[in-house]
């Protein structure tokens, strides 16, 4: 478990996506700007991450919990923050029922078309 800023590094790519979702199209982020945003993320995520672990073990669990960083933030007073954390939350929890849903109606289609081939192989005496 990262414990200090040194053990985590937020992957490049991600933080250069969210600079660029988060700034007008024509704006050049220099290298040690990333850099400074970057470091600036991963304190911001341990701190958070601290202040949920105590809030876990405050009930005695191991596991964080969604609740465990909503809480932290209130505590901390990043009450800004919740609402747009609840609502990509609500999204990816969407996306994902979603992409198991499709990989269920998918493999139910090559299911039954592998049972009508089936049938259709038995009417003709073929295979067994």
């Known amino acids: 478990m ?5 053990d985590l590094t937020l992957p490049n790519a991600s933080v250069q996506k969210i600079i660029k ?3 007008p199209d024509n704006t050049n982020v220099g290298k040690d700007a990333r850099l400074a945003l970057s470091r600036a993320a991963s304190v911001f995520v341990l701190y958070v991450t601290s202040q949920a672990s105590n ?9 964080l919990t969604k609740e465990d960083v909503i809480n932290a933030l209130k505590d901390l007073e990043f009450e800004n923050f919740i609402e747009p954390l609840q609502t ?7 996306a ?13 289609t090559e299911n ?3 049972e009508e081939e089936d049938a259709e192989a038995n009417e003709d005496g073929t295979e067994d």
């Open 2 to 6: 990262a414990e200090k800023l040194e």
């Open 21 to 23: 979702e988060a700034l």
């Open 88 to 94: 990509a939350l609500e999204e990816y929890k969407n």
């Open 112 to 114: 039954s078309e592998g």
């Open 55 to 63: 809030e876990a073990q405050k009930v005695n669990r191991k596991t």
């Open 96 to 108: 994902k029922a979603k992409k198991v849903a499709n990989k269920s109606t998918e493999g139910a």
